[in-house]
Nanobody, 121 residues
Framework: QVQLVESGGGLVQPGGSLRLSCAAS????????MGWYRQAPGKARELVAI???????NYPPSVKGRFTISRDNAKNIAYLQMDSLKPEDTAVYYC???????????????WGQGTLVTVSS
């Protein structure tokens, strides 16, 4: 089994910053893409940032220039640095990864449990 555990969410004022972490554990042979998604109340889940195994990041226009995704391949951790936060960034943030399982080479799409980010004064 492979698990993703997010951390770093919380309450922040508009214009502030937060850094989310996503740690992968379990029987992992390698991790392909890692990404962050968010879901606000009453809205669909949307992509926030994604980074390929080679390290090339991509962002939607809504967060480009404010959010930065990175990964530590040796530790199987992905980060999301969020700057200049706005109230509309309030959502539950989920980590996602495409993982090759260690013993079977099965390709798994794994989700974390989510961490709440609230941007409010």
């Amino acid at each position: 089994q492979v698990q993703l555990v997010e951390s770093g969410g919380g309450l922040v004022q508009p214009g502030g910053s937060l850094r989310l972490s996503c740690a992968a554990s379990g029987s992992i042979r390698s991790i392909n893409t890692m990404g962050w998604y968010r879901q606000a109340p009453g809205k669909a889940r949307e992509l926030v940032a994604i980074i390929a195994g080679g390290g090339t990041p991509n962002y939607p226009p809504s967060v480009k220039g404010r959010f930065t995704i990175s990964r530590d391949n040796a530790k199987n951790i992905a980060y999301l640095q969020m700057d200049s936060l706005k109230p509309e960034d309030t959502a539950v943030y989920y980590c996602n990864a495409g993982v090759y399982e260690g013993s079977t080479w099965r390709y798994l799409e794994v989700w974390g449990q989510g961490t709440l980010v609230t941007v409010s004064s």
